[in-house]
């Protein structure tokens, strides 16, 4: 019973289809890490860990700003890591770390962020306003944001 479940999962987790997939690297550019990152459609998955696995599960229309960073050791093994901004509570900053075309991904990613933004009809301004007090963002960025938009 348990090994039919178990199959399931791999099956549906198989399903999946993803735009985007690729590990962490480390010396020399290789994947030598249990960090894995996964772009579907509507979501960006980062997967961490070897024995202890933790899946953060970020969506699209939620990411605010993305930046594209790359240090020299980077370049020299054609590297970047994203460093993203989100309108999420439990996740307000991350990294996709050392991937492999970062740039081509950060525009790829960037795109795919407005795609959803307008299929949900989600402006930053609404992620900004649904802001308490205390989190990332106060009334006063929504105003100015709200206002630079008009």
């Known amino acids: 019973m348990q090994a039919k479940r178990k199959t399931q999962q791999t099956n549906e987790m198989n399903e999946t289809q993803y735009v985007w997939r690729d590990r962490k690297r480390i010396f020399f550019g290789l994947p030598w890490t249990f960090t894995r990152y ?19 599960e970020v969506w699209l229309y939620r990411i605010l700003d993305l930046t594209l960073r790359r240090s020299l050791w980077e370049r020299i093994f054609h590297l970047g890591t994203i460093h993203c901004c989100a309108g999420d509570q439990s996740q307000p900053e991350f990294d996709i770390k050392h991937v492999k075309h970062a740039k081509a991904v950060k525009e790829m990613l960037s795109d795919m962020v407005e795609r959803e933004r ?5 402006g930053v301004r609404e992620l900004m306003q ?6 990332m963002f106060s009334q006063d960025d929504a105003a100015a944001v709200h206002m630079d938009e008009e």
């Open 38 to 56: 996964c772009l579907t459609g509507e979501k960006l998955l980062i997967d961490t860990g070897f024995l202890s696995r933790c899946e953060e």
């Open 130 to 135: 649904g802001a308490e007090e205390g989190d």
């Open 118 to 122: 307008m299929e949900r009809r989600v």
